[in-house]
């Protein structure tokens, strides 16, 4: 059984920083692309930032320069480091295997930007 569990959001002020943790479990985690989504109120589900297995990584235009994703095979986690956040971050962070709409989803972790 596949389990993907997002942890680390919250609530921050504009400006602020949160690290997003997930932790893989029930597929061979190294061999998987891993992805953020975010899905913000009203809105489309949007890939963010995504992490080959190979380690290269992409963003969207809208975060590059502030968040940044990163793997750890040995721990089955992937992490979304987001700093200088802007209340249009804000959203429910989903992460997902395989870097696609059609991989492996967790339920999401909320991040609420505001002062």
């Known amino acids: 059984q596949v389990q993907l569990v997002e942890s680390g959001g919250g609530l921050v002020q504009p400006g602020g920083s949160l690290r997003l943790s997930c932790a893989a479990s029930?597929?061979?985690?190294?061999?998987?692309?891993m992805g953020w989504y975010r899905q913000a109120p009203g809105k489309q589900r949007e890939l963010v930032a995504a992490?080959?297995?190979?380690?290269?990584?992409n963003y969207v235009d809208s975060v590059k320069g502030r968040f940044s994703i990163s793997r750890d095979n040995a721990k089955n986690t992937v992490y979304l480091q987001m700093n200088s956040l802007k209340t249009e971050d804000t959203g429910v962070y989903y992460c997902?295997?395989?870097?696609?709409?059609?991989?492996?989803w967790g339920q999401g972790t909320q991040v609420t930007v505001s002062s």
């Open positions: 992490i080959t297995n190979g380690g290269s990584t």
């Open positions: 997902n295997a395989g870097a696609s709409s059609a991989g492996y």
């Open positions: 029930g597929i061979l985690f190294r061999i998987f692309a």
